[in-house]
C-alpha cells in the first residue's frame, strides 16, 4: 500500500527526481511556460504552487526556503517581486497544464505547463482596445462631415452642367425658329411665282 506518498516516481531514484523537478522550476518561472510530458507536467505543478506560496508570503525564511529549491538566485528575487501583482488575485490554481499530442519517437503525451498569473495584465489590452474603439466612434461623424464636404463640393458642378444643359435647350428653338422662318420665306416666293409655267408654255400662249 502506498499510503502517505503523493508524488510520483517516473523510474528514477529520489536523488535524480529531485534535480530534475528543481531544474524545471527554475525553467517554469525563468520561461514562464515549459513544454514537457503530461505526467512530469502533473507533478511540476505542486512544486511550482509550493514556491508561488512561499512568494506571497514573502517573509525571510520564506525565501531561504525558496533558495534551497530553485537553482537561479535571480529567478528567486524576481518570483517574490512579482508574486503579488501576478497572484495576490487567487489562493490557488496558478499554473495551466494545455495537452499537445503525442511525441513523434516515442509518442509520450505532450502537454504545456504554464504560469496562470501572467495574463493579469491583459486586462489592461482590453481597456486599451475599448478606448481605441471609443476613438472610432468619436472620428466617424468627422468622417461623415468630410463626406458632407465632398458632397456640397460635387453640388456646384452639376449644377453648372444644368445650365449649360438649359443654354443648349434655349438655343435649339432659337434655331429650330430660324429654321422655320427661312423656310415659311421660300414658301411665299414660290406662291407668288405661277406653278407649271415655263418658257415653251409662254411662248405658246404669247402666239
Known sequence: MRHRKASLKLNRTTSHRDAMFRNMVTSLFKHERIRTTGAKAKELRRWADRLITLAKRGDLHARRQALAIVREKQVVHKLFAEANEKFGHSAGGYTRIVKLGYR????????????????????????????????????????????????????????????????????????AAKTKSASAAKEEATEDKPKGTSKKKADTDKQ
Open 104 to 175: 513523434a519517437g516515442d509518442a509520450a503525451p505532450m502537454s504545456l505547463i504554464e504560469l496562470v498569473g501572467v495574463e493579469s495584465g491583459g486586462k489592461k489590452k482590453t481597456k486599451k482596445k475599448t478606448a481605441k474603439r471609443g476613438a472610432g466612434k468619436t472620428k466617424k461623424p468627422a468622417a461623415k462631415k468630410t463626406a458632407a464636404e465632398a458632397q456640397g463640393a460635387k453640388k456646384p458642378a452639376v449644377k453648372k452642367d444644368s445650365k449649360t444643359a438649359r443654354k443648349k435647350s434655349e438655343t435649339k428653338p432659337k434655331a
